[in-house]
């Protein structure tokens, strides 16, 4: 189990005392995510709701992700793609992206998240790059990208075609927990992945997203390291809009058992301190999360969502994860309307600069 060895000697007026802060030191972001803060979730829930509502007021984001593909080189015991299981492999044609990102447009989504299984030696660049491409023709106003680990030039490429968020995940920040759950293929190196954010930003993208996969190992070792990994790329990189998702491992084709589940009110605790140490930080939330918890959390700190998941490619019926928000899109504007809060599709800030860069670089 998790020892940062001074979690133990936290008291409840080490947490008072800390909440009473605005800025967080690591031992105070500790702090906040211990049990010993459960006594103070309501407040902790009413600073989050605040700062919530002065940063963001009542709009919430919402974006669809597409898979493109299934196939993946890599064997991570976590995830239904694994190369290891023996699933009938699904790489969608241009042509089936196309059509796919014409329906979704015509649903009334413009951020769309393109999502793909990391594919041998990443020769698919050309195929990643078209696929962006077509989303920033069709029209979306947002197009963020989770293909793995990078090099800057590949990443260039994809900021270039008019992709504008970086998505990169680290799964665990535990390194023996990422050496076991990472069999084997190109993302076994942590620090080939920890770095591809960095390369991301070197690329020119603007806006970056990471977390960690709660149920890998100790949601506080990971949580810590989150907020140190922020607290460094924030002091380096000043101009990046950064932004957090922390997706709680689901049941899998393959997976065996969760070893370090992440119980709701724990799951709760650690959002709500990320808000407070990150006032201004967008966090994302998935499907993978009830309607009664996304609804909560999107109260107190949640700004965008995803709608609609599907995660496998086309009518492939092997999902990566099991999606546990199936409401349609219609039911989801729905329930944030009665909560008062106002769905959001498009970014226009960011659109026209980005199709000034698609027509310079077709
Ligand atoms: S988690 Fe990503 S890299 Fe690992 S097997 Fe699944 S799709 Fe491939």
Known sequence: MFKYGLEEQISKEDVESVLSREKFSQSDFLALIS????????????KAQSLTKRFFGQTRGI??????????????????????????????????????????????????????????????IDYLNRATKLAVEVGFSS??????????????????????????????????TYKDVHISGQKSNLNYRIEGVERSIEAGFKKVTLGFLGGLFDYRFEALTLFSHLRYLKSNFWNISFSISIPRLQNA??????????????????????????PQMPILLSTRESETIRGH?????????????????????????SVTDNRSLEEIIISLKEMGLNPCFKDWDELLPRLHNYHQNR
């Open 143 to 176: 197009v963020a990208v989770e293909f793995g680990a990078l090099e800057s030039d590949q990443a260039r490429l994809l900021q270039e075609s008019g992709a504008d968020q970086f998505v990169l995940y680290q799964e665990t920040y535990h390194p023996p």
């Open 63 to 124: 974006y669809i992700p597409l898979y493109l593909s299934n196939a993946c080189h890599n064997n991570c015991s976590y995830c239904g793609f694994s190369s290891s299981n023996i699933i009938r492999r699904k790489t969608l044609k241009l042509e089936e992206i196309k059509n796919e990102l014409l329906s979704i447009y015509k649903r009334g989504y413009r951020n769309i998240l393109l999502v793909s299984g990391e594919l041998k030696d990443f020769n698919n």
């Open 297 to 321: 959390l999107l109260n107190l700190c949640a700004t965008n969502i995803s709608a609609e998941s599907k995660t496998s490619p086309g009518d492939n019926n092997l999902e990566q994860f």
């Open 253 to 278: 084709f393959g997976l065996e058992e969760i070893k370090y589940p992440l119980e709701d009110r724990d799951f709760v605790r650690v959002l709500l301190a990320f808000r407070l140490a990150f």
């Open 35 to 46: 049990p010993q803060a459960n006594d103070y979730l309501e407040v902790m829930a009413q």
